[in-house]
């Protein structure tokens, strides 16, 4: 199994909202986004699934800037979209 099937895989939450906003920024942002990018992005995939709901929403916030910044992120690409 591919190194990125791994992660497609780990992007699976079980709902429908967290599996879409991951596997897109995934597929289309992750290999060609920076070296903090991505690891900021294998921190979230050890966040438990109410928890990264509340942050990807933008009704929680993290501690870590590179954190809060990659949210920021995906949420902006998730209303391309729509």
């Known amino acids: 199994m591919s190194n990125n099937a791994r992660l497609e895989w ?3 939450r079980g709902t429908k909202e967290l599996d879409l906003l991951l ?3 995934l597929r ?3 290999d060609l986004s920076a ?3 991505r690891q900021a992005f294998l921190e979230l995939l050890e966040w438990s699934d109410d928890e990264l709901t509340h942050l990807l929403l933008g009704t929680h ?3 870590q800037t590179r954190i809060n910044e990659l949210a920021r992120k995906i949420r902006s690409l998730s209303l391309h979209l729509t």
């Open 23 to 25: 596997q897109t920024w």
């Open 10 to 12: 780990r992007c699976r």
């Open 28 to 30: 289309q942002e992750f």
């Open 61 to 63: 916030q993290s501690d």
């Open 35 to 37: 070296e903090a990018d």
